[in-house]
């Protein structure tokens, strides 16, 4: 069955570093997403991106942050100067497929970053 | 606003009980989506259910079941004859009826089965 992966799974970096997150969608998706949960808390969703672009992004994903897909099959998300606050789990999704059917989204293990 | 609320944070309960994971939501669409998903302590996000506005039928997959209600903003979640591997903590989500639209989570309840 086919699913969404990440990588890596988990990171360590030094606060003011740039980070990259990847992750591998499902390949007949239309829509790529970025979550995150600090821990113990609810997963909030960050930004949501269709046809090579932003479709819709939260409060949270301010200038710091930025979402690519390189190529056909990697969907990115930077993170260029880490704070200590964006310590969380980031999880990818993917969702509806070339039918244009499917509002469940799937999500990928999700990558542990910790900045200290 | 759109809202979902999940008021129960924590439950134990002993293994063969049966236990309901409540789900309460707010929203103003008159077509969206809901979803449960579980978290095991291995972090990842596991998709169990989705619900459309439209379709208040209860189902049932195995050990679990749903129960939709429109009047009263709730999407309840039951596990009968609970096992150790269902601990986990459970998250309810609201999804818009638009393609592609953001899943709103609520804070999640975290489900501990004692053999």
């Known amino acids: 069955e086919p699913e969404v992966t990440q990588t890596p799974s988990h990171q360590v970096t030094q606060m003011g570093q740039e980070v990259i997150l990847r992750c591998v969608p499902i390949s007949n998706h239309l829509y790529f997403y970025w979550y995150r949960q600090i821990l113990g808390q609810k997963v909030e969703f960050l930004v949501s991106f269709y046809n090579n672009e932003i479709s819709e992004k939260s409060e949270i994903f301010d200038d710091q942050f930025s979402v690519e897909r390189p190529d056909g099959s990697n969907f990115t998300l930077k993170i260029r100067s880490t704070k200590l606050e964006d310590s969380a789990m980031y999880f990818c999704a993917s969702g509806v497929d070339k039918t244009g059917l499917g509002e469940t989204q799937y999500f990928g293990p999700g990558t542990r970053l910790l900045v200290l | 606003a759109q809202k979902v609320t999940q008021a129960q944070t924590e439950i134990s309960v002993v293994e063969k009980e049966d236990v309901t994971l409540d789900c309460v939501y707010e929203?103003?669409?008159?077509?969206?989506?809901l979803f449960w998903y579980k978290q095991p302590p291995s972090g990842e996000l596991v998709f169990l259910i989705r619900?459309?506005?439209?379709?208040?039928q209860n189902e049932i997959s195995g050990r679990y079941s749903w129960n939709f209600q429109k009047s009263t903003s709730s999407f309840n979640f039951t596990i009968t004859a609970s096992q150790v591997v269902d601990s986990a903590v459970y998250f309810c989500?609201?999804?818009?009826?638009?393609?592609?639209?953001?899943?709103?989570f609520g804070q999640g309840t975290e489900l501990s089965v004692k053999p």
């Open positions: 619900r459309n506005s439209f379709d208040e």
């Open positions: 989500a609201l999804g818009p009826g638009n393609q592609g639209g953001k899943l709103i």
């Open positions: 929203t103003r669409d008159t077509t969206y989506y």
